[in-house]
């Protein structure tokens, strides 16, 4: 059964993968599932819900539930929702117009494998966070 959340991220850059452990170890209810953009569950989910670029692949962090997509720092600050307190502090970035966000999260994205490099797969440290990929 597929999570009533999905965050799908970058499988090939260290600081997605990061987020994803980040999330999954805060996440003690386990309403998030997490799969790569570019696994075949990632493709299908952009497909579903209209969300590429010309590339066929977004360049960016998206979160999916059945019926709508966030993409960017929409999608960063509706995990944000999602998490216990303190994570859920981060719901303070919607204050901040999103063209500013989404900027400083274009501009982060644009440097994320100079500043933090490439994983060749996505490193889950535990079963229980293992079981939770999707693909």
């Given amino acids: ?11 090939d850059c260290a600081l997605c993968s990061r ?7 805060r996440d003690r ?8 953009l570019q696994g075949e569950i990632g493709r299908a989910e952009c497909a ?5 670029r010309a590339s066929g692949e977004p360049d960016t ?3 999916t539930t059945a019926c709508r997509a966030w993409v960017r720092s929409e999608a960063v600050i509706e995990v944000a929702r999602r998490l216990p307190w303190p994570w859920r502090a ?18 982060v994205a644009r440097h994320r494998f ?13 079963a229980a966070v ?4 999707l693909d």
């Fill in 48 to 52: 579903r819900l209209g969300v590429a």
């Fill in 29 to 36: 209810a386990g309403r998030f599932g997490f799969a790569s």
């Fill in 114 to 126: 100079a500043w933090f490099g490439r994983v060749d797969a996505c490193a889950a440290p535990t």
């Fill in 90 to 107: 981060g719901l303070l970035l919607a204050a901040v117009p999103r063209p500013i966000r989404d900027a400083a999260y274009r501009w």
């Fill in 61 to 63: 962090m998206v979160v």
């Fill in 19 to 25: 987020a994803v452990r980040f999330v999954a170890d």
């Fill in 130 to 133: 293992r079981a939770r990929m």
């Fill in 1 to 11: 059964m597929m999570p009533a959340t999905i965050i799908l991220f970058d499988g």
